[in-house]
């Protein structure tokens, strides 16, 4: 019997082109795959870095607005002598810096008086009186006697809380009666949400928006109960810097980050000495992967930038020869009258609403060929951001 013609099967030859063109076609489908896998690491290392230079930017904004605050006594600024409250060295050599990584970094330093976290309600304590209110206090409905003691229970709302209040800190209470900073002695019972601590009251201090001014007498210490209550851990010092920390431990080489230090402030310290900073109290990353940290000053509202170019480092040639010298020339042709220098003048930046700039630069976490010019070498791929504002402490007198 013979064959149907029609039942054949494909030939050899007719196979292996159908494979021919079956491998063609695989090979440009995982091209367009490898494409836009790529295109999608990319895409979200370039959100990771953006998105980690946002929150340093947001980190920083609240931390420097802090700068120069004063809690403890407004009557005057934070104290300076050698070690001044507010000032940039510039271009630092990065310690332990790798060859692909940032090689210097600018250091901000600033210090401030420090709230904690939460706020108390005074419970009992001080001669508190009864139904009083800062209403009747302020418009003489209630007699406030003189306290009988400086022992105050306070309410701070969570053991956790609680627990943080020590002795040495200062407290104020929001009652209208007196803007006393309070200095606690001791921490009697720090028991569930509630402390009794034990006071010494310092002279009452002006309440004038400049700061300025006669610090008056002392009211009467007697309180008013449910009043809200702050704790101060006065005058601190904080420095932000770029580090190299081991946080990856599968990484071979350190990672370059932002890093905010703090400790508490010496006026008598020796910037230009080694070291003089000291062992961190508490430290902080702000950011990873951080390819460049740069400050800078300005105050003809950011016409001219004072350290933008600027080669020179160290406290003496990189800020006081450097910075705050082009600083001087500015406020020489636009400070206001009486304050065109910050020579002499410990509180520079209250007296003057001077504009500070911080520039972030932040990288991926992978070099790729194709952030480098070329596509055929590994580079990262780099976002810088710049943050420019006014501190709140800064320019004071003039609201």
Not at 29 to 39: E, G, I, P, Q, T
Not at 221 to 247: E, K
Not at 338 to 349: E, M, Q
């Amino acid at each position: 019997m013979g064959r149907h013609r029609g039942s054949r099967g494909f030939s050899l030859v007719e196979l292996m082109v159908a494979m021919v063109f079956i491998f063609i076609l695989m090979a440009g489908l995982a091209a367009v795959f490898k494409s836009s896998l790529s295109a999608s690491y990319t895409m979200g290392e370039k959100i990771s870095s953006v998105r980690r230079n946002r929150m340093s930017m947001d980190l920083l904004y609240d931390d420097i607005n802090s700068a120069g605050m004063v809690m403890v006594d407004l009557t005057s600024p934070l104290p300076a002598g050698s070690n001044s409250p507010f000032y940039i060295v510039p271009n630092v050599p990065v310690v332990n810096a790798v060859a692909n990584g940032p090689q210097t970094t600018d250091i901000l330093y600033f210090a401030f008086d420090q709230p904690l976290a939460f706020e108390g309600q005074l419970t009992s304590g001080g001669g508190a009186v009864s139904g009083a209110t800062a209403t009747t206090a302020v418009l003489g409905g209630a007699t406030l006697a003189v306290g009988t003691d400086n022992k105050y229970v306070i309410n701070c709302g969570d053991a956790s809380y609680a627990s943080q209040v020590a002795t040495g800190m200062y407290m104020q209470i929001k009652d209208d009666l007196s803007h006393a900073a309070m200095q606690i002695q001791s921490v009697d019972n720090v028991a569930g949400k509630s402390v009794t601590v034990e006071t010494t009251t310092t002279p009452s201090v002006a309440t004038q928006v400049t700061g300025r001014g006669d610090p008056g007498t002392l009211r009467a210490n007697a309180r008013i109960p449910n009043s809200g209550v702050v704790f101060i851990t006065a005058a601190q010092m904080v420095r932000y810097r770029i580090a190299m920390l081991n946080l990856d431990p599968t990484a071979a080489n350190a990672m370059p980050c932002l890093i905010r230090e703090q400790i508490p402030y010496d006026s008598t310290a020796d910037p230009t000495s080694a070291g003089f900073f000291g062992a961190p109290t508490s430290t902080t990353v702000i950011a990873e992967d951080v390819a460049g940290f740069k400050a800078y000053l300005s105050a003809d509202s950011g016409a001219d930038w004072a350290g933008l170019g600027l080669t020179a480092t160290g406290f003496t040639s990189g800020w006081t020869n450097g910075i705050l010298a082009a600083l001087n020339t500015q406020l020489g042709t636009i400070g206001r009258v009486g304050f065109t220098t910050t020579s002499g003048d410990a509180a520079w930046y209250r007296d003057n609403p001077i504009l500070v700039r911080l520039d972030i630069t932040t990288r991926t976490a992978l070099q790729r060929g194709e952030y480098s010019s070329t596509g055929t070498t590994l580079a990262y791929k780099t976002l810088t951001q710049s943050l420019v504002m006014v501190p709140r402490h800064f320019g004071l007198t003039l609201n």
